[in-house]
């Protein structure tokens, strides 16, 4: 939810603009980019959900949602929940009852913004299950190399088909992917406090300034400023 300013973004091949006031989804494993949009920048709170308590909704009425109906909107009531769930994270930064209960009822708000996700049949189905070995194989292997031949192994497909059926169904190439993963371990460890020399040997990427450059066009601001902000 953005507090302050207005950040603008790309998902899967679309421009976003959210501003303040507004809330914005990001759905798992979604590759997407973010910069200020005014040159004042901009500030904004983030919640992170595990899929498995959306996927909870299963077990109490067969309808669990899978994917958001629009990517920026506004929801005073969503925006209070959120706002609950990160007080309760700073009171007790480990967890707790409280923080359970806060965090649940911003799942409940978000879940109107919620909707079932595509059904797969036939050929389909066998496909996303290729696309979906493809992107575990990735998600291990993250801060390795790996080879095309070695992933279209793992899917079942051919070098050429698994790279259209990648594309098709995340919206980049597994390679853009894998880059991805590794800005998002990145962020983690900057966050943490780790220097972006010892952040570029950990992640995989060839030195710094091979750092600076692919995080800078995937965040929109180098590593040292992310650190800070």
């Known amino acids: 939810m953005v507090e302050r300013g207005a950040a603008r973004f790309s998902l899967d091949a679309t421009q976003q603009r959210a501003g303040q006031g507004e809330l914005f989804v990001l759905e798992p494993e979604s590759v997407h980019t973010g910069m200020a949009a005014v040159p004042e920048g901009w500030a904004y709170k983030v919640l992170y959900i595990e899929p498995a308590l959306v996927h909870e909704w299963d077990e109490r009425d067969g309808s669990a949602p899978r ?21 309760a994270l700073a009171g007790e930064p480990l967890g707790g009852l409280a ?7 911003a799942v409940a708000a978000l879940r109107p ?6 059904p ?5 189905r ?10 575990a194989h990735l998600r291990e292997r993250w801060d390795q190399r790996v080879m095309l031949a070695e992933l279209a ?11 259209r059926r990648f594309r098709e169904q995340n919206g980049v190439t597994p390679h853009a992917y894998q880059t ?9 460890l900057l966050v943490a406090g780790a220097t972006p020399a010892a952040v570029a040997a950990d992640c995989a990427f060839a030195d710094q300034p ?13 590593p040292a400023r992310y650190a800070r902000a």
């Open 126 to 135: 066998a496909e996303h299950a290729a696309v979906r070995r493809a992107r």
């Open 67 to 87: 994917a958001a109906r629009w990517v920026v909107f506004r929801d005073v009531a969503l925006h209070s929940a959120l706002n609950r769930a990160h007080d």
């Open 113 to 118: 913004h919620l909707r079932p996700g595509p």
């Open 120 to 124: 797969d049949r036939g050929r389909d």
């Open 210 to 222: 091979h750092l600076s450059r692919v995080f800078k066009r995937t965040v929109g601001v180098s």
């Open 99 to 105: 923080v359970e209960e806060a965090v649940l009822g």
């Open 180 to 188: 991805n993963l590794r800005v998002e371990h990145a962020r983690r």
């Open 153 to 163: 192994s793992v899917a079942g497909l051919s070098r050429f088909e698994l790279v």
